[in-house]
Nanobody, 120 residues
Framework: QMQLVESGGGLVQAGGSLRLSCAAS????????MGWYRQTPGKQRELIARITRGGTTGYADSVKGRFTISRDNAKNTVYLQMNSLKPEDTGVYFC??????????????WGQGTQVTVSS
C-alpha cells in the first residue's frame, strides 16, 4: 500500500521561503497526479497546486506566481517551493498522489500533513 511522507514545514517570517517535499513509497503502482492541499482553521481543504506525470501544472489563484510545484518521477517525489510567503499561507499542507486508473479500489493516497506558519 502506498505511503506518502512529507517534510519541510516550519515557521518562517512573511516574505520568506519554504520548500515542502512529499515522497511516495510502498507500492509499484504508477502515479498520475500529485499535488498539495492546504487546510486552514474554519475553512475547507483547498487545492493549491497539482502536477501531472508529464509535468503539466495548475495552481490556485491565491498562490500563482509565488509557489512552484515540481516532481521527480524516478524518486516518486513531489515538491512545493513557496516564495514570498504571507501570513494567510499559514495552515497544514497535505500532499496527495493519484494512481493511474484512480477508482474506489485504487484510491488517492494522502500524506500526514505538515504545518506551515508564516509570521507577520
Amino acid at each position: 500500500q502506498m505511503q506518502l511522507v512529507e517534510s519541510g514545514g516550519g515557521l518562517v517570517q512573511a516574505g520568506g521561503s519554504l520548500r515542502l517535499s512529499c515522497a511516495a513509497s510502498g507500492s509499484s503502482v504508477s502515479i498520475d497526479y500529485m499535488g498539495w492541499y492546504r487546510q486552514t482553521p474554519g475553512k475547507q481543504r483547498e487545492l493549491i497546486a497539482r502536477i501531472t506525470r508529464g509535468g503539466t501544472t495548475g495552481y490556485a489563484d491565491s498562490v500563482k506566481g509565488r509557489f512552484t510545484i515540481s516532481r521527480d518521477n524516478a524518486k516518486n517525489t513531489v515538491y512545493l517551493q513557496m516564495n514570498s510567503l504571507k501570513p494567510e499561507d499559514t495552515g497544514v499542507y497535505f500532499c496527495y498522489a493519484d494512481p493511474v486508473g484512480l477508482r474506489p479500489s485504487l484510491p488517492r493516497t494522502w500524506g500526514q500533513g505538515t504545518q506551515v506558519t508564516v509570521s507577520s
